[in-house]
C-alpha cells in the first residue's frame, strides 16, 4: 500500500477502537473531533497533508478556541497516531513525519485562581446576548457545583433527593454533589424541554459546548478585567476560594471536593457521607455574597 496516501482521519478512527481505557478514548475522541472540524465535515485528510506547515496552522485554530494545555494535548494525541502508523504497522514512510521540526510545548499546570471578588463580578455581569447569558449561567453551575467539568455537567440527566450523583468521565470514580439554592436556580432556568438542560438540546456533544461556552465566556470576562477567561477558572476558583483564609480548608478536604483520583485502599477504611464537602462548598458559596470580603 502506498503509505503517502493511508487516508489519516480513518486510520485515527481505528486506533481508537482499539482503546480500552475510557479516558483515553475520550481524550483521542475529542483530538479527532477537533482535526474533522478544521478539515470540514467529509473532507478527507491523508497523512502526508499533515506537514509542519499544517501542524502550526491547526495549532493557531485549536488555540482559538480551547486552552493552550487542551491544544498541546491534541498535538500530542496527533503525534501518537502518526508513531503507530509509521513504526508499529508501518503504513505511512519516515519521510512523511512532520514533528521532526515541530515541537510540542510542555505546558506547565497554570493557576487559574480568580479571587472571589472577580467571581462576583462573573456572576453579576449583564449578557449582552442570550449566548453570553447561556455561558454565564454555565461558568457559575460549574462554580456552584464544586467545579464540576464541562462535560460532567453536559451528562447531568436528574437530580436524585437534592443531590446529583454520577461517575466523573475523567476518572470515572463515583461521585455525589448537594445541589444548593445557587445552582438550583441555574438549573430550573436551563432547563430542556426533552433533555435535562437546555445545553444538551443547543450542543451535540460537551466537546462542542465546551468551545461555544469559552468563545462566548471572552467578551464577559474582558469586562471583569480577565479578557481570557474559560471554563477552567471555575474550577480553579473554587479551589482557591476553599484553601485560602477565611477558610483554609486542608488538600485532602479540596481533593476530595474536587473528585480527584480514583479510590485506593485507604479509602475503604472510611464512610464519606459528603457532609465535610457540603459544607465547604456551602462556605465557599457564602463568600459570593459577602462583599466585604478581604482578598489576598
Same mark, same amino acid.
Given at each position: ?31 479527532? !473531533? ?16 499533515? *506537514? ?7 495549532? +493557531? ?38 514533528? +521532526? !521540526?515541530? $515541537? ?18 462573573? =456572576? ?38 437534592? +443531590?446529583?450523583?454520577?461517575? =466523573?468521565?475523567?476518572? %470515572? !470514580? ?15 432556568? +436551563? ?10 438540546? =443547543?450542543?451535540?456533544? %460537551? ?43 486542608? $488538600? ?40 466585604? *470580603?478581604?482578598?489576598?
Amino acid at each position: 500500500q502506498n503509505g503517502e496516501r493511508v487516508d489519516f482521519l480513518q486510520y485515527f478512527s481505528d486506533y481508537i477502537s482499539f482503546l480500552s481505557n475510557p479516558h483515553t478514548q475520550h481524550t483521542y475522541t475529542a483530538a479527532l !473531533k477537533a482535526v474533522k472540524r478544521y478539515v470540514g465535515d467529509g473532507n478527507k485528510l491523508y497523512f502526508d497533508e499533515i *506537514t509542519t506547515a499544517w501542524l502550526s496552522r491547526f495549532k +493557531r485554530w485549536r488555540q482559538s478556541e480551547v486552552a493552550q494545555s487542551t491544544t498541546s494535548l491534541t498535538l500530542s494525541v496527533i503525534k501518537i497516531v502518526f508513531n503507530q502508523a509509521i513504526d508499529v504497522d508501518e503504513l505511512v514512510p519516515q519521510n512523511c513525519y512532520p514533528f +521532526r !521540526k515541530f $515541537k510540542i510545548e510542555k505546558i506547565q499546570a497554570r493557576n487559574l485562581r480568580l479571587p472571589i471578588a472577580t467571581i462576583r463580578a462573573i =456572576r453579576d455581569v449583564v449578557p449582552e446576548n442570550e449566548l453570553e447569558a447561556l455561558a454565564q449561567d454555565f461558568f457559575m453551575l460549574s462554580f456552584y457545583l464544586i467545579g464540576m467539568n464541562n462535560s460532567d455537567i453536559y451528562d447531568i440527566s436528574s437530580i436524585i433527593e437534592g +443531590r446529583i450523583e454520577y461517575n =466523573r468521565n475523567k476518572t %470515572s !470514580k463515583p461521585y455525589s454533589i448537594k445541589v444548593e439554592p445557587e445552582a438550583k436556580a441555574i438549573l430550573e432556568r +436551563r432547563k430542556g424541554r426533552e433533555k435535562f438542560l437546555i445545553y444538551q438540546e =443547543r450542543y451535540k456533544g %460537551s466537546e462542542t459546548l465546551q468551545q461555544a461556552i469559552n468563545r462566548a465566556l471572552k467578551p464577559i470576562g474582558a469586562k471583569v478585567g480577565v479578557p481570557e477567561l474559560i471554563m477552567y477558572h471555575a474550577r480553579h476558583s473554587w479551589a482557591g476560594s476553599a484553601a485560602k483564609k477565611p477558610i483554609g480548608a486542608g $488538600k485532602p478536604l479540596i481533593a476530595q471536593a474536587l473528585g480527584h483520583g480514583t479510590s485506593t485502599v485507604t479509602d475503604t477504611y472510611f464512610d464519606y457521607d459528603n457532609e465535610l464537602v457540603d459544607d465547604l462548598n456551602r462556605k465557599v458559596l457564602d463568600l459570593l455574597n459577602k462583599k466585604e *470580603t478581604v482578598e489576598a
